[in-house]
T-cell receptor, first 115, second 114 residues
Framework: DSGVTQTPKHLITATGQRVTLRCSPRSGDLSVYWYQQSLDQGLQFLIQ???????AKGNILERFSAQQFPDLHSELNLSSLELGDSALYFC??????????????FGEGSRLTVL | SQQGEEDPQALSIQEGENATMNCSYKTSINNLQWYRQNSGRGLVHLILIRSNEREKHSGRLRVTLDTSKKSSSLLITASRAADTASYFC??????????????FGKGTKLSVIP
């Protein structure tokens, strides 16, 4: 058990809909990362937050947004969903080191299926 | 974007044999990490090697790093059926925004046959 909790584990929805994925980092971790894993694209970095502030942005679509709340949990919002958004969405957290990228602790993922 | 690339994409070996996976990357790094993923599960960190290190061991794992060739290898000795999983290398790089991003390759799928 990594200590990172993601909900929901599975989600099935229709094109055009909006969903919210939730992540609780390990106790004491200040950084939260979101990754998307699909068969054709592999593991793609979406976005990182550190202590409530956006730190780095990767291949995140404009239809997607995220935030980290004062209690350090994070939410990833996916809107106007398309079939191609079907993927495993992972949240990861890391310790208080602001500058570098040490070990990441991954949740079990949220599997999104868009029909 | 910066991304490590693992080779081979898939590897099938007999239990007890050694498994070697390679990773190549494009730009300078602070560190390189290896992760393991069982089918459909979250990734689990295996080992981190810093850019000033050449070799690191952890149990049956041995990682090497050659920064001049921008490559790394992961060796799993005396493999077991339970080692069946996908293995990813991850490299960090300094993004234009001044922060580090950790990017992953597409992984090597290892099958260990009992």
């Amino acid at each position: 058990d990594s200590g990172v909790t993601q909900t929901p584990k599975h989600l099935i929805t229709a094109t055009g809909q909006r969903v919210t994925l939730r992540c609780s980092p390990r106790s004491g971790d200040l950084s939260v990362y979101w990754y998307q894993q699909s068969l054709d694209q592999g593991l793609q970095f979406l976005i990182q937050y550190y202590n409530g502030e956006e730190r780095a942005k990767g291949n995140i679509l404009e239809r997607f947004s995220a935030q980290q709340f004062p209690d350090l949990h994070s939410e990833l919002n996916l809107s106007s969903l398309e079939l191609g958004d079907s993927a495993l969405y992972f949240c990861a957290s890391s310790g208080p080191d602001r500058g570098g990228t040490g070990e990441l602790f991954f949740g079990e993922g949220s599997r999104l299926t868009v029909l | 974007s910066q991304q490590g690339e693992e080779d081979p994409q898939a590897l099938s070996i007999q239990e007890g044999e050694n498994a070697t996976m390679n990773c190549s990357y494009k730009t300078s790094i602070n560190n390189l990490q290896w992760y393991r993923q069982n089918s459909g599960r979250g990734l689990v960190h295996l080992i981190l090697i810093r850019s000033n290190e050449r070799e690191k061991h952890s149990g049956r794992l041995r990682v090497t790093l050659d920064t001049s060739k921008k490559s790394s290898s992961l060796l799993i000795t005396a493999s077991r059926a339970a080692d069946t999983a996908s293995y990813f290398c991850a490299t960090d790089f300094l993004s234009g925004a001044g922060s580090y991003q950790l990017t992953f390759g597409k992984g090597t799928k290892l099958s260990v046959i009992p």
